[in-house]
């Protein structure tokens, strides 16, 4: 008989399952050039507005803040300055994501990261009863109730974009 192949579960998935979160996966093929949330909503067949980025910022009060917004929408410094109780906030250098979070570009998640910083999700998450993130790893996404994300990273829900 031949072996079942196993599928892999990403360190996110794993996590939703310790707590009993119920989520939806989302694999597709990616590449270096299709990173974005426009090429992810067309693979998968969502509204882009529905798939959140994690972007990771420094303050320079609380140092790491990760934002969580929708992928059509620009984040406001300004607000998640605000928000996390920073004067000046600034977007993570590249080099030093995989180093502070444990993720690499387009496969970063506000679950699982190495630490848990402080979190702030898009308030356009209210709107859906699912939101579609990374799982932590490039070609894979999870759908997963905003209010459970919240939970698990002890985010706040924030106006940001």
């Known amino acids: 008989m031949a072996k079942k192949k196993k599928k892999l579960k990403t360190n996110v998935m794993r996590i939703l399952e310790q707590h009993k979160i119920p989520y939806k996966e989302f694999g597709f093929p990616w590449s ?3 990173l974005g949330t426009d090429s992810v909503a067309e693979k998968i ?3 882009e507005s529905q798939i959140f980025k994690t972007l990771l910022t420094v303050g320079n009060k609380t140092g790491p ?3 969580v917004i929708p992928g059509n929408k620009e984040l406001d410094l300004k607000k998640l300055a ?3 109780g920073n004067k000046k906030i600034e977007m993570l250098h ?3 994501l995989e180093a502070t979070t444990g993720y690499i570009r387009g496969g970063c998640s506000p679950i699982g990261m190495k630490k848990l910083f402080p979190t702030y999700l898009g308030k356009e998450a209210e709107q859906f009863s699912e939101i579609i993130i990374s799982a932590g790893k490039r070609g894979q996404q999870v759908a997963v109730e905003p209010a459970k994300i919240l939970e698990l990273t002890r985010g706040q829900l924030v106006d940001l974009t």
């Open 82 to 84: 605000k928000a996390s």
């Open 32 to 34: 270096e050039e299709h």
């Open 45 to 47: 067949g969502v509204d």
């Open 65 to 67: 803040v990760v934002a």
């Open 94 to 96: 590249l080099k030093d």
